[in-house]
């Protein structure tokens, strides 16, 4: 892994943020009109936290998250990422300083699960194939899964295991930044909870970075050092939990405040570090 370094753009600075977005439009047209998702929209990511983006259906979470892995552009303002513009993303091996977990997992049916941890590193073309496999296995072991399963295919999988193989791919680059998009969803309450600890080891153990987009509120109160929340085309109010939830807006009072928010709030107890 040491032999990809020199192809690798530095980190940001000291001081400087992970992520920094600044006056950013998100518009979409049709034939019929123009949809304006994002407004003037500003958010920056400290290194080392765990920022959940939250808000309701139409609000734009998984646009933004694209935007800052530089899949698609603004209308305008400004998204820098590690310290550099997202759009050159693409260049310099940067793309490799982040990793990403789709909500489905989004693995290649026809690969392995070794092979599918192991694409982005054998697509660079710079590694020995043995050394590519050893790496792959170690991520492989990392997330909990075991050596055995390998071989499998991701049809023989557990939703659960196709998590953990998703998330193996997404960590194979070492990188310091991690998008997640609902990373619960569509696990068993079990599977979720194991999911959610691996999550909060591997934070603590790689000193990474997390961006997630959830609205599973367990995980977000477990694993959430800060919210953001997407609401009028902006980010509201980007705080620690307990500042968040006593922020005056209707989707912040039906969002957490509710029954359902109400149970999940019980663990801001259990976890004071997302207070």
């Given at each position: 892994?040491?032999?990809?370094?020199?192809?690798?753009?530095?980190?940001?600075?000291?001081?400087?943020?992970?992520?920094?977005?600044?006056?950013?439009?998100?518009?979409?047209?049709?034939?019929?009109?123009?949809?304006?998702?994002?407004?003037?929209?500003?958010?920056?990511?400290?290194?080392?936290?765990?920022?959940?983006?939250?808000?309701?259906?139409?609000?734009?979470?998984?646009?933004?998250?694209?935007?800052?892995?530089?899949?698609?552009?603004?209308?305008?303002?400004?998204i820098d990422v590690l310290g550099q513009p997202a759009k050159e993303l693409g260049q310099k091996g940067a793309a490799s300083r982040i990793g990403m977990l789709f909500q489905h997992g989004a693995l290649f049916s026809a690969f392995t699960v070794l092979e599918?941890?192991?694409?982005?590193?054998?697509?660079?073309?710079?590694?020995?194939?043995?050394?590519?496999?050893?790496?792959?296995?170690?991520?492989?072991?990392?997330?909990?899964?075991?050596?055995?399963?390998?071989?499998?295919?991701?049809?023989?999988?557990?939703?659960?295991?196709?998590?953990?193989?998703?998330?193996?791919?997404?960590?194979?680059?070492?990188?310091?930044?991690?998008?997640?998009?609902?990373?619960?969803?569509?696990?068993?309450?079990?599977?979720?909870?194991?999911?959610?600890?691996?999550?909060?080891?591997?934070?603590?153990?790689?000193?990474?970075?997390?961006?997630?987009?959830?609205?599973?509120?367990?995980?977000?109160?477990?694993?959430?050092?800060?919210?953001?929340?997407?609401?009028?085309?902006?980010?509201?109010?980007a705080a620690a939990p307990k500042e968040v939830i006593a922020f005056q807006h209707p989707f912040i009072h039906d969002f957490f405040l509710g029954e359902r928010g109400q149970r999940a709030m019980e663990l801001l107890r259990e976890y004071p570090f997302a207070?």
């Amino acid at each position: 892994m040491k032999d990809l370094e020199p192809a690798l753009p530095p980190l940001p600075a000291a001081g400087q943020p992970m992520v920094d977005i600044r006056k950013l439009w998100s518009v979409f047209r049709t034939p019929e009109r123009r949809f304006v998702v994002h407004q003037d929209l500003e958010l920056t990511v400290e290194p080392g936290e765990v920022l959940a983006i939250v808000g309701g259906s139409g609000t734009g979470k998984t646009v933004l998250l694209r935007q800052i892995l530089g899949l698609e552009s603004p209308a305008q303002g400004e998204i820098d990422v590690l310290g550099q513009p997202a759009k050159e993303l693409g260049q310099k091996g940067a793309a490799s300083r982040i990793g990403m977990l789709f909500q489905h997992g989004a693995l290649f049916s026809a690969f392995t699960v070794l092979e599918n941890i192991a694409f982005p590193l054998r697509e660079l073309r710079s590694l020995p194939a043995a050394l590519v496999r050893e790496a792959a296995m170690v991520k492989l072991q990392m997330v909990g899964l075991k050596p055995e399963d390998a071989d499998k295919m991701p049809s023989d999988l557990s939703g659960g295991m196709i998590k953990r193989a998703a998330l193996a791919r997404a960590l194979i680059m070492d990188p310091p930044l991690l998008l997640l998009d609902e990373p619960t969803a569509g696990l068993d309450p079990e599977s979720s909870d194991g999911f959610v600890t691996l999550l909060r080891s591997l934070h603590r153990d790689l000193a990474l970075t997390v961006i997630m987009v959830t609205h599973d509120l367990d995980t977000l109160f477990e694993l959430s050092t800060r919210i953001a929340v997407l609401a009028d085309k902006r980010v509201i109010v980007a705080a620690a939990p307990k500042e968040v939830i006593a922020f005056q807006h209707p989707f912040i009072h039906d969002f957490f405040l509710g029954e359902r928010g109400q149970r999940a709030m019980e663990l801001l107890r259990e976890y004071p570090f997302a207070v």
